[in-house]
């Protein structure tokens, strides 16, 4: 169903394209402002105590060493992908994020803005009659 000029609200259907917009300029603002009280910081790597990234680099290097001796081999690949995975994996488990201090109103604004955003997002998908 086209309105009169043939143009298509959010999500194809008619209407609520103002408050799609309105909607998205607020949850941007809201998910802006929440991250932007966030602190992500990172500690070293340990295992019972002693630092291990050392260890995580095994199967990387032991990877790379197979593949410069055979480039086709399906095991150096192998160790390669399960090195970079484990880097990873391990750099994400390390991570530590905090939320900084701020007001309750500050707090509240933020949330107002991402929940009433996203719900002004999901009404215009809705079509108006």
Known sequence: MENETGIRGAGGTPGGLLEFFVGLGMAVAGAFLITNQVIVTSSFWSIWGYNAFGLS?????FGIG????NGKSIVGWLLLFIGVVIIFAGILMNLQ???QPTSLFNTIMMITLLAGGIGLIARALVSHK
């Open 66 to 69: 197979v593949l410069f001796f």
């Open 97 to 99: 994020i905090y939320f």
């Open 57 to 61: 680099l095994l199967p990387l290097i």
